[in-house]
C-alpha cells in the first residue's frame, strides 16, 4: 500500500521525514505556514548519530562547504578558564562513531533540506499554509481542501506550540524550562582569550553555561549562553539586555565577561514538552519538538527530529505502508531513546551549573576521566544506528 502522507509544518522534523518517505517511494504533501523558508536563528551541533541520516538522505552532501568539523568538546571553568576536559571530536568521531560531529548555521540546514525536497517528484511543499484545526476531522478536511485528496497519515511536525498537539485530549502542554537562552554572533578577534575557536567550547559556571563554535564565514563564531529567567514571551527572537546577562555572570572571569558585555544578544525562553506526545487520533502521530521539545543541554533536539523522520519512514516501510502497525513500531522506538536522552539534557544542565562542594567535585572527577572514558560515555548517543531489518 502508497499512503499519501500529510506533513505539517517544513522545520527540520518536517523536510527530513519528507525526504526519508520520498527515498522510500511515498508521496508526501508538506504544509508549512510561512510564505518562505527563511530561517532566524543560530548555530547547530550535529552529532554523529543526526550526521549519518543526513548522509544517507543526501543531505549533508548539498552543505558543501558550509559545514565544520570542530577537533574538541572542549569543557573549561568559567571562573579560571581552566579546561576541565576535552573529548574528541573532528577525525576521531568519523573512526569512533562512524559520522563526523559538525556545526553548522540552521538557515544553511534548512536550506539544504528544502533544496532536497524540491528534487523529489512526490514530495509537494506547500508554503503560506497555517494549518488551524480543533478536531481531527476538521484537520483532516482542512488537508484535503488544500491537496485535493484525505491523507492516509498526518505527520505532526509543528514544532514546540504545536496546535496539533494541542487539539488532543490530555496533550502534554509545553512548559518553562526556568532557562533562557541567549545568542549571539562573535569573531574571534572579540574573544582572543579563546584559545582554541575551532573547538566546541564549553565554559560552566554556578547557574549558568557558554557555549562558542564556529560558524559560517570565516573568524565567525556561535555564541550561546544559558541562564535562568522568567518565561516573558513565546517569541524566540527577542532582543537581549546585555546587563541582566552579565549580572548573571559576575563572577565569571574577566575575560569572558567583558566579551558578554560588548556584545548585542538575542535571547528567548526554553519551553519543552516533557511528556511524550507521539500519537494524536488514529493516523496522526507527532515528530520533533512537536512531541518532545527538549532544552538544549544534550545539543540533541534536532538530532532526535531527524532520528524520527528517518525511524517513521522506515516503520512505514516495514509495514508495506499499513499505518497502524507502523506507527505502533515508531512510538516503541523512539519513546525509550527520547526519555533516555530527555534524562542525559536533564543531567548536564544539573551537571554544568552545578555550584559549591558538588562544582568541585564534578570538577575533579572531569579532570581524572580519561579522553577514552569520556568519549565512551557517548557511545549510545553517537553510534545510534536504525534498526533498517
Ligand atoms: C538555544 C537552542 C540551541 C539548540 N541547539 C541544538 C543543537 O546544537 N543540536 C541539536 O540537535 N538541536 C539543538 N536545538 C534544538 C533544535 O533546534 C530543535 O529541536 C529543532 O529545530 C526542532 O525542529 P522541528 O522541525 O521539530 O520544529 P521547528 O523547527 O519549530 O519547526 C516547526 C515548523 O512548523 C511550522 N508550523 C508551526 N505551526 C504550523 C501550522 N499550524 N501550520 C503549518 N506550519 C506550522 C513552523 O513555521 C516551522 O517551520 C537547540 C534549540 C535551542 C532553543
Known amino acids: 500500500m502508497q499512503p499519501r502522507i500529510a506533513i505539517v509544518g517544513a522545520g527540520i522534523a518536517g523536510l527530513s521525514a519528507a525526504l526519508a518517505c520520498a527515498r522510500l517511494g511515498f508521496q508526501t504533501d508538506i504544509f508549512e505556514q510561512s510564505a518562505s523558508l527563511t530561517e532566524v536563528g543560530a548555530g547547530l551541533q550535529l552529532s554523529p548519530n543526526a550526521t549519518r541520516l543526513l548522509d544517507e538522505l543526501g543531505v549533508l552532501q548539498r552543505l558543501g562547504n558550509k559545514w565544520y568539523e570542530p577537533d574538541a568538546l572542549s569543557l573549561a571553568s568559567g571562573k579560571d578558564m581552566q579546561t576541565l576536559c576535552n573529548i574528541r571530536i573532528g577525525s576521531q568521531a568519523r573512526q569512533r562513531w562512524g559520522a563526523p560531529y559538525v556545526v553548522v548555521h540552521r538557515a544553511d540546514l534548512l536550506g539544504a533540506l528544502n533544496e532536497a525536497v524540491g528534487q523529489e517528484a512526490t514530495c509537494r511543499l506547500h508554503l503560506g499554509k497555517m494549518i488551524s484545526a480543533t478536531t481531527q476531522n476538521e484537520l483532516t478536511q482542512h488537508l484535503k481542501e488544500i491537496s485535493g485528496s484525505a491523507p492516509d497519515l498526518i505527520v505532526a511536525a509543528d514544532g514546540v506550540w504545536s496546535r496539533t498537539r494541542q487539539m488532543q485530549q490530555g496533550a502534554s502542554a509545553a512548559t518553562f524550562s526556568g532557562s533562557i537562552a541567549w545568542r549571539a554572533l562573535l569573531h574571534h578577534k572579540d574573544f582572543p582569550a579563546l584559545e582554541a575557536p575551532g573547538n566546541v567550547n564549553l565554559f560552566l559556571g554556578p547557574d549558568t553555561h557558554l557555549v562558542t563554535y564556529p560558524l559560517g564565514q570565516r573568524g565567525m563564531m556561535n555564541a550561546v549562553a544559558v541562564t535562568p529567567g522568567g518565561a516573558g514571551t513565546r517569541a524566540w527572537d527577542n532582543s537581549g539586555d546585555s546587563d541582566i546577562l552579565a549580572r548573571h555572570f559576575r563572577h565569571w572571569n574577566p575575560q569572558i ?20 506526545a507521539w500519537q494524536g487520533a488514529n493516523r496522526t502521530v507527532l515528530i520533533g519538538d512537536a512531541a518532545h521539545a527538549m532544552t538544549p543541554h544534550a545539543a540533541q533536539g534536532a538530532a532526535m527530529a531527524i532520528e524520527d523522520a528517518c525511524t517513521l519512514a522506515a516503520c512505514l516501510q516495514r509495514s508495506n505502508g499499513e499505518i497502524s502497525p507502523a506507527l505502533d513500531a515508531f ?18 544542565k544539573f551537571a554544568y551549573q552545578t555550584k559549591g562542594p558538588i562544582r568541585m567535585a564534578r570538577d575533579l572527577v572531569l579532570s581524572l576521566r580519561s579522553p577514552a572514558g569520556l568519549a565512551a560515555d557517548m557511545d549510545w548517543i553517537y553510534k545510534y544506528r536504525l534498526d533498517k531489518s
Open 257 to 276: 565577561t567583558s566579551v558578554l558585555a560588548a556584545t548585542s544578544w538575542r535571547c528567548w525562553p526554553l519551553f519543552e514538552v516533557r511528556k511524550n
Open 331 to 348: 512510538v516503541s522506538i523512539r519513546d525509550p531513546r527520547i526519555n533516555k536522552i530527555r534524562k542525559r539534557g536533564d543531567f548536564n
